[in-house]
């Protein structure tokens, strides 16, 4: 009975504190990722200047697309059988890591846990190893993040920027042991704005650093230079854009259609072709402008035929200039 | 007196495409366009520039992929075969836009551009790299170096080995391609991982470009920001990216290139007229590409109007004009907050000039005139030169970033991209080990297939992919490049390690990826 109760009471425990990791979770919600939310709702209209430089760089490789024209390629193997695992920084914000678990490994955990193996969580448990050197057991902080047994690569809100990171794949057993599977390299996140340290040598007041600050970015004379100018002019200029907004690099000069509105259209081209033949070693002219004649003495031009009434004299001279003839259509196009 | 400087960059780069077990290679054409819309028109400007005497600098970054493409003889003859087939087309377009005057005049004037540019091309015995050479000999460009194949070092930081070799193998292209040594260099993306500034010192290089937040957000604090270099711990100095006179040319919204009097990129003849009549210039299977003839101007609204070159250039000249007095109100203030004279760095991808923004090489070349006879505010500078000028600067430690999307690796490193990373990095380790292993193979065989492992890895690790991928469009050409020389990697691993190299299979894809044909595998450690 005390067994089941003990029991119990660690569940709760665990609920409890997977509530209080969800909240930590909420609140390392930073600005930024609300500067994402908020793309994803399309409350921000224009896109960031790195996005739409990201557009004309896209034109360089301005080809079109159609699968069946290359030849088949080989697979890349899905693993290397062995275990791995790489850190890597995206942004001042979040990180991202990939793994491998050699089957071997896995199998020599799963004899050794048996039973605790299946009711384990997999957890990537982040460590926060800012000038440290790590040893596994002297982070600042660490926080967990629970993932399926199927992910091979994670990517984590660190929610702390200019920090060093290092990443551990784990199992959480049901008694709340941490076993760690892989360990990573450390990497570390940039700074979020300006450093904070200055050097005496090069002194450098903020009301000053904070206009050149302003200036560099592109906001002229007039960039906000007060308390919190850094959150001012990064809310100008890096606020990201949601994923989606590359994926479709269409014309950025094209404007965008109304939604429903109909996408049908019609265009209607006309040309004209004129074409003859002669004599081969004759010499033949269409509106006073000499023309090239095939070998066999046959010619045909194609022109683009617009509105109104064209006269086409097609005039032709034999090789001794004695004999000269002239033929002239007359065109007339309308379009109603 | 003047009060500053003003330093134009432009980094010109495209991946190395090359098929010659097509006869035909549509992606070839990223390479034929953009030596018909940019290299050329602008080597003829730097021609007219030198000829007339008009004093500049520019600095401009010819990455190793592009120089091996730019030399490479079957190339050079698809080229002729690609701009024979446009000036055969000019022609029957005068011909065809008889009747239509506003258009055949536009007729007329490609095929002016395409008989200057088979001209030029072959002025420089088809070698265009020699003509950029020329320029820097004269003292009017400065060449910097980058990376073998625009690999992203920041993610590369796991296997630094790479991130060097990268390096390495950008600076011996370099020299055998210019006879000097090269005083910059251009991060591919402009993308900076701490650290990376001592394999840039351990070969001589002397300042690199970052963007602009790599050195206002590094610590400590830039006292002049971005418009003085700072030097890295290394040493090395390092010029941060103006965003303001970026955001003028970059920006498709608020930017020149997106006026209405300008050109439009995406109404092509290959889409718009007659299929029976185009199918010859077009791709052999019929698919319809661009051309290269477009005859209409942005306009503002999905009924296009003709393209008016006189109009067009009147603009080119007025932008340039603004830019020129933004610059000047921009160097005046800052010479006088910072009692110093600023360098404002304006880096541009090259080949964002003459072809998606068709009249930006006219602007830099009216930009380059108006900055010379109409103001005295500003000259223009080489980064070297500054240095030279200047050789006493803050020391920092910049911040990662790049000039990509969001400012960081994101770019590179998101869903539709991340799978390639443990591949390449793998890739990395086990040429790590084949080093390890063959610190100095004298096997003629095996060397071979060192340096030709090295080669593939290299060109696997091209940011282009990578950046296809993450636009995701057109992304099955980007997935076939990393796989196929990931694999051709792996297959070459395996028989070095088993010592049992297919002489035909190596001599065959030595000669598809023949780029950096004196490439030694031990650069990579």
């Not at chain 1, 460590?127 to 600042?140: E, P």
């Not at chain 2, 070297?384 to 920092?396: A, D, G, H, K, T």
């Amino acid at each position: 009975m005390k067994r089941v109760i003990k029991k119990i009471k660690e569940k709760i425990k665990e609920k409890i504190n997977r509530l209080k990791e969800r909240k930590k979770t909420k609140k390392r919600l930073s600005a930024h990722r609300k500067e994402q939310l908020k793309e994803l709702r399309g409350e921000i209209k224009q896109p960031s200047f790195s996005n739409q430089q990201a557009i004309m760089l896209e034109s360089k490789y301005y080809t079109p697309e159609f699968k069946t024209h290359y030849p088949y390629v080989e697979e890349l193997p899905a693993g290397y059988k062995e275990n791995r695992m790489v850190l890597l920084t995206r942004d001042p914000w979040w990180i991202h890591t990939y793994w491998e678990l050699s089957p071997f490994f896995l199998e020599k955990i799963k004899n050794d846990l048996r039973e605790e193996f299946f009711n384990a969580k997999r957890v990537l448990r982040v460590y926060d190893v800012t000038n440290i050197v790590f040893d596994g057991t002297n982070a600042h902080r660490y926080f967990d993040v629970e993932i399926n047994d199927y992910a091979n690569n994670w990517y984590i809100d660190t929610a702390g920027p200019g920090r060093s990171w290092c990443v551990d794949l784990g199992l959480k057993l049901a008694s709340g042991k941490f076993i760690t599977l892989l360990r990573s390299n450390v990497v570390s996140t940039p700074l979020d704005g300006s450093s904070s340290i200055t050097d005496e040598e090069w002194m450098v007041p903020e009301e000053i650093f904070a206009r050149l600050y302003g200036i560099g970015a592109g906001l002229g004379v007039s960039s906000p230079v007060k308390k919190g100018w850094q959150q001012e002019v990064r809310k100008k200029l890096w606020q990201p854009l949601a994923s989606g907004a590359l994926s479709s690099l269409a014309s950025p000069v094209k404007k965008k259609e109304a939604v429903g509105a109909r996408k049908f259209w019609l265009i209607v081209n006309t040309e004209l072709i004129v074409y003859g033949a002669t004599e081969p070693d004759a010499t033949v002219y269409v509106q006073g402008k000499q023309i090239p004649l095939r070998p066999d003495g046959t010619f045909s031009l194609r022109f683009a035929l617009p509105d109104g009434k064209q006269v086409i004299p097609v005039k032709g001279i034999s090789k001794d200039r004695l004999e000269e003839q002239t033929i002239t259509p007359v065109v007339t196009k309308e379009t109603r | 007196m003047h009060k500053g400087y003003l330093c134009l960059v432009l980094h010109s780069h495209l991946p190395f495409v090359r098929h010659p077990e097509c006869d035909y290679f549509l992606e070839e054409n990223w390479l034929y366009e953009a030596i018909t819309e940019t290299y050329i028109p602008l080597i003829r400007m730097m021609e007219r520039l030198v000829e007339e005497k008009i004093n500049f600098r520019l600095t401009m970054s010819l990455t190793p992929t592009l120089i091996s493409m730019l030399k490479d003889q079957l190339l050079q003859e698809r080229y002729l075969r690609y701009i024979n087939k446009l000036i055969e087309l000019a022609h029957k377009e005068i011909e065809r836009t008889r009747w239509q005057p506003e258009f055949q005049s536009l007729a007329l004037m490609y095929l002016d551009r395409f008989l200057g540019a088979r001209d030029t091309f072959e002025r420089y015995k088809r070698d265009l790299t020699s003509a950029f050479a020329s320029f820097q000999d004269k003292g009017v460009l400065e060449i910097i170096a980058c990376c073998a194949t625009h690999g992203y070092l920041p993610l590369m930081d796991v296997v630094p080995a790479s991130a060097r070799a990268q390096i390495r193998v950008g600076i011996k292209v370099y020299e055998e391609t210019f006879l000097r040594k090269p005083k910059g260099f251009w991060l591919p993306e402009c993308g900076y991982h701490p650290g990376h500034d001592y394999f840039l010192k351990e070969n001589g290089i002397k300042y690199f470009f970052m963007e602009i937040h790599g050195i206002l957000h590094g610590s400590p604090r830039p006292k002049y920001g971005i418009y003085a270099p700072v030097y890295c711990k290394s040493g090395v100095a390092c010029f941060g990216r103006d965003w303001e006179s970026a955001k003028q040319v970059w920006s498709s919204i608020e930017g020149y290139p997106g006026d209405y009097w300008y050109r439009e990129f995406y109404r092509d003849i290959g889409y718009d007229l007659d299929f029976e009549y185009i199918k010859p210039y077009i791709h052999p299977d019929g698919i319809r590409i661009n051309t290269g003839i477009k005859y209409y101007r942005i306009t503002g609204s999905e009924n296009k109007q003709p393209y008016n070159p006189q109009m067009a250039k009147e603009k080119a000249a007025e932008h340039a004009g603004n830019f020129m007095f933004n610059r000047e109100r921009q160097i005046e203030y800052l010479y006088d907050f910072l009692k110093k004279k600023p360098i404002v760095v304006a880096p541009y991808d090259a080949e964002l000039f003459g072809h998606w923004w068709f009249e930006g090489v006219m602007w830099l070349e009216f930009l380059i005139r108006k900055i010379n006879f109409d103001q005295k505010t500003f000259t223009l500078i080489t980064a070297s030169e500054y240095l030279n000028e200047n050789p006493r600067n803050q020391v920092i430690t910049p911040s990662l970033s790049s000039w990509g999307w969001k400012g960081y690796n994101e770019m590179w490193l998101q869903g539709a991209n991340d799978w390639i990373y443990p591949h390449l990095h793998k890739a990395s380790e086990r040429m790590s080990e084949l080093v390890k292993l063959h610190p100095n193979e004298n096997d003629g065989l095996i060397r071979r297939a060192l340096n030709q492992a090295l080669r593939e890895l290299l060109l696997a690790q091209s940011s282009d992919w990578a950046f296809i991928l993450g636009t995701g469009t057109h992304t099955t050409y980007a997935i076939r490049k990393i796989k196929e020389h990931l694999l051709r990697f792996s297959t070459l691993y395996e028989q070095i390690k088993s010592r049992s190299i297919d002489p035909h299979w190596l001599e065959d894809i030595e000669q598809k990826d023949n780029l950096f044909p004196n490439i030694d595998y031990c650069l990579h450690q």
